[in-house]
């Protein structure tokens, strides 16, 4: 956590960061970013300072500006770090914007603010009349009227407050205690404590506990702890190279490694998705097929909602080949299953006739009846066989054509069948191999088909996709471009 100094001396400059679980959202962390050493006359550098509160408004959803006693021309000056703000970041990375365009699309990302005022000791009155703490805020930023040096001056910080910040809140806070007790303040219970300062303080957190937003970045990015860290670098990096930090290179920079991760999430979850539902071999391609459909779009799903800012369609376009990989070598495998399954049961149902023909049963007059009939029988055996899969009619083809000089030499010892009934039985089997080659084509071409109509329906899901996808941000732009455009107005 932070200790509350009670010297004139910081420990440090820079910025603290404190991870708690958040006590409204106990699925959100609440990450507390706290600036030290600015303005402090020992570690001065004023370079330095704004470069602090720049990556504090960058890195922040929600921004509070802590000062002391009321909203005056001190206070305001004290704030001169907001006046940089346009010289310290770009929003796009193009080196013509407009200077006041670019101001405006901070907008989009630049978090709430809320002005704390410790120690206050004024009623918040005006021309008579009880103010609330926001309107005390709101009249201390009115702009004067003139266009003196002197009116330019006492305008810019108010000006770019209500240009940066179109949402901002207040809150006026008493003396905790007497001024020699204030050391001991981390020490002191609530009881011992001014009652109204409690009950500002517990006011105070209630508003940034229930309203303070996620950080989001334009294009409705919202910030997680890894890309927090990657953005951290992102604007070191650029302010450590004496670049400005920019908004458009730092969300690129986080897509390219946001996008990469997506990928492999989706290709996980098709993993984890065939490897359920997947057993190899499947009776027909068909159903292969279709448990892929679903596990491509679910995969698909998946590296959408976690990928954005995919320029070119490049990630996408990665997991598209992966998956086209993916299916093959589940095609191949299917293929490859089916062909093993089947020459182990031609081996198992075949066997005993192959014996038998090496002991000459079937080398007799009569034989070749005998064997044909046998060799039907076992076919249609192997046929009744479930779960054979793609290859099935396939390896029983390739095997009856590895065993025709066995069927023709039976055939041909058959002193029963006459030479004319040998050579249409010759004629038969010859037709018979045809026809089986014929079915054979025909079915690699379905399976051609199959495939081809597959890559289309993969390809008409993913720019289904996409197109929603498209549409989810194209709303989003219009949102912040509306958000800039009522800023522009005010």
């Not at 958040?22 to 330095?48: C, S």
């Not at 914007?97 to 206050?120: G, I």
């Not at 409705?220 to 670098?233: F, M, Y």
């Amino acid at each position: 956590g932070f200790s509350l100094g009670s010297t004139v001396e910081s420990h440090t400059k820079g910025i603290w960061m404190w991870c708690v679980p958040h006590p409204k959202k106990p699925e959100h962390t609440l990450v507390l970013l706290d600036t030290e050493g600015l303005g402090d006359v020992r570690k001065g550098d004023n370079q330095n300072d704004s470069w602090i509160f720049t990556l504090a408004i960058l890195l922040s959803s929600t921004f509070v500006y802590n000062s002391m006693g009321t909203i005056n021309q001190q206070a305001m000056d004290q704030l001169h770090y907001v006046t940089e703000l346009t010289h310290r970041i770009r929003s796009k990375s193009s080196p013509d914007e407009n200077e006041n365009e670019d101001s405006a699309d901070f907008v989009s990302f630049f978090p709430d603010f809320v002005w704390t005022l410790r120690d206050f000791s004024l009623d918040l009155e005006a021309d008579g009349q009880p103010i609330t703490a926001d309107e005390y805020l709101e009249y201390s930023l009115k702009l004067t009227q003139g266009t003196s040096e002197k009116d330019k001056t006492f305008n810019l910080p108010r000006l770019c407050i209500r240009k940066f910040f179109p949402k901002k809140k207040c809150f006026v806070f008493d003396c905790p205690v007497h001024c020699k007790k204030l050391a001991q303040l981390e020490k002191l219970h609530d009881e011992e404590l001014d009652p109204e300062f409690v009950q500002q303080v517990a006011d105070f957190c209630s508003y940034i506990f229930s309203n303070s937003k996620t950080k989001t970045l334009s294009g409705g990015i919202k910030v997680n702890g890894p890309r927090l860290e990657s953005l951290v670098l992102t604007y070191i990096d650029a302010i450590s190279s004496g670049d400005l930090p920019c908004m458009e290179n730092a969300i690129l920079a986080l897509a390219q490694i946001e996008n990469s991760v997506a990928v492999q999430k989706a290709i996980a979850h098709y993993d984890q998705q065939m490897g359920q539902k997947v057993q190899l071999p499947t009776e027909t391609l068909q159903e292969l097929l279709d448990m892929h459909r679903v596990s491509e779009r679910e995969a698909t799903e998946v590296f959408m909602k976690n990928s954005f800012k995919d320029v070119d369609h490049l990630f996408q376009k990665k997991l598209v080949v992966q998956l086209v990989k993916k299916q093959d070598d589940f095609c191949k495998q299917n293929q490859e299953a089916s062909s093993d399954r089947c020459s182990a049961l031609l081996r198992d149902i075949f066997s005993p006739l192959e014996d038998e023909v090496k002991m000459g049963i079937y080398s007799k007059p009569g034989g070749y009846c005998l064997f044909i009939q046998k060799l039907q029988d076992l076919k249609k055996k192997y046929h009744e066989e479930p779960r054979k899969g793609i290859q099935a009619e396939e390896i029983l083809q390739t095997y009856l054509k590895s065993k025709e000089s066995v069927i023709d030499a039976i055939l041909q010892t058959d002193q029963i069948l006459t030479k004319k009934e040998k050579e249409i039985e010759v004629e038969h089997v010859k037709a018979e191999s045809a026809q089986a080659s014929a079915k054979m084509v025909e079915e690699m071409q379905i399976k051609y088909q199959q495939m081809m109509e597959e890559k289309e329906k993969s390809y008409q899901e993913h720019v289904k996709q996409l197109t929603e996808k498209i549409e989810r941000e194209r709303a989003q732009l219009l949102e912040e471009q509306e958000r800039t455009l009522t800023s522009k107005l005010q």
